[in-house]
């Protein structure tokens, strides 16, 4: 079967070099365009260490960008992480079509963030989709869905590599080979019954001390490492990783919503409206640090507010 593999970064890589691993016959490698002063993509870097041929179209809207993927005369095309739109006669092209990965349980959660928002929303579960794309944000039918758990303390970082990122090679894999047996289903998604949410970007990472700490605590392990949750002292952008969650009722840790109600060795303790959050790691302006570190180079005490 000729495979075109299209994807980037370390995603892209993994499924690629499992597809080698299987002496996959794979005609083209398809990648985004390289940004002047970053790193060669993990996925350019293999295929071009392998001797596959490499393309990068700056966009796949073209008539050039069409002729070049049904230049492949390719069965399949296997999506890994494709960020730029493709449009339908692109997908189509391959003689079996195209397939991709998302890092949700489609229909729900499509969309560019659609890790962050599961955690952030406080979800016990979440999951991914390899679906047939078309022309839809994340609406084409489904070839094949996995589960997994959230863990009350896991953060992004933890849900991604740890479970989705594997699985979903494993899950590439699986989808190819039903493929090639001729039993990949295509079921219409129900749009009725998902969500779309956009970037969980830095908006959506400022953190409001006026919310339960549960709810505070949600929004930081969905933004742990990426865009990472915020917060401001005396003025300046503080960023929060690694914390726990103090839950507690009444009104906060005995403090107002955003007080430092204790400070200890190695952490402080920030009052919500119900509960708080103990703080042991933070990114200032002197980088990421263990609070020890910016307690004692910001003066931080007890009774001062994060806004």
């Given at each position: 079967?000729?495979?075109?593999?299209h994807?980037q970064?370390?995603?892209?890589r993994?499924?690629?070099?499992?597809?080698?691993e299987?002496?996959?016959n794979?005609?083209?490698?398809?990648t985004?365009?390289?940004k002047e002063?970053?790193p060669?993509d993990p996925?350019?870097?293999?295929a071009?260490?392998?001797g596959l041929?490499?393309?990068q179209?700056?966009s796949?809207?073209?008539?050039?960008?069409?002729?070049?993927m049904?230049?492949f005369?390719a069965?399949?095309c296997i999506?890994?992480?494709v960020?730029?739109?493709?449009?339908?006669?692109?997908l189509?092209?391959?003689?079996?079509g195209?397939?991709?990965?998302?890092?949700?349980?489609l229909?729900m959660?499509?969309?560019?963030s659609s890790?962050n928002w599961?955690?952030?929303?406080?979800?016990e579960n979440t999951?991914?989709?390899?679906f047939?794309p078309?022309?839809g944000?994340?609406?084409?039918?489904i070839?094949?869905?996995?589960?997994?758990g959230?863990?009350?303390?896991?953060?992004?970082?933890d849900v991604?590599?740890?479970?989705?990122?594997?699985?979903g090679?494993?899950?590439?894999?699986?989808?190819l080979?039903m493929?090639?047996?001729?039993?990949?289903?295509?079921?219409e998604?129900?749009?009725s019954k998902?969500?779309y949410e956009s970037?969980?970007g830095k908006d959506q990472?400022?953190?409001?001390?006026s919310?339960?700490?549960g709810?505070v605590?949600?929004?930081?392990?969905?933004?742990?490492?990426?865009?990472?949750?915020?917060?401001?002292?005396?003025?300046?952008v503080l960023?929060?990783?690694?914390c726990a969650?103090?839950?507690?009722?009444?009104?906060?840790?005995?403090?107002?919503p955003?007080?430092?109600?204790?400070?200890?060795?190695?952490?402080?303790?920030v009052?919500?409206?119900?509960g708080?959050?103990k703080?042991?790691?933070?990114?200032?302006?002197?980088?990421k640090?263990?609070a020890?570190?910016?307690?004692?180079?910001?003066?931080?005490?007890?009774g001062?507010k994060?806004?």
């Open positions: 079967m000729r495979i075109v593999v994807g970064q370390a995603f892209g993994a499924v690629l070099e499992k597809l080698l299987r002496d996959e794979i005609v083209a490698v398809c985004a365009p390289d002063g970053r060669l996925l350019k870097e293999l071009l260490e392998k041929p490499v393309h179209p700056a796949w809207k073209t008539d050039e960008a069409l002729q070049l049904q230049s005369e069965d399949v999506m890994a992480y960020l730029l739109f493709v449009p339908q006669p692109v189509d092209a391959p003689r079996l195209s397939f991709q990965y998302h890092p949700s349980l229909p959660h499509r969309g560019p890790i599961p955690i952030a929303m406080g979800s999951g991914l989709t390899i047939w078309n022309e944000l994340d609406e084409g039918p070839l094949l869905q996995k589960t997994c959230i863990g009350p303390d896991e953060t992004l970082g991604y590599f740890n479970k989705l990122f594997p699985m090679v494993d899950a590439m894999i699986e989808s080979d493929v090639k047996a001729g039993n990949a289903p295509r079921i998604q129900d749009l998902g969500s970037w969980f990472a400022r953190l409001d001390w919310k339960s700490a709810e605590y949600n929004t930081i392990r969905a933004a742990n490492p990426q865009p990472a949750a915020w917060t401001e002292h005396e003025g300046q960023k929060l990783f690694d969650l103090i839950e507690e009722e009444g009104s906060g840790a005995a403090g107002a955003g007080e430092v109600v204790s400070v200890d060795a190695d952490s402080f303790t009052a919500a409206a119900s708080a959050i703080v042991m790691r933070v990114r200032a302006s002197e980088g640090v263990p020890a570190d910016y307690i004692a180079s910001s003066g931080l005490s007890v001062q994060l806004v």
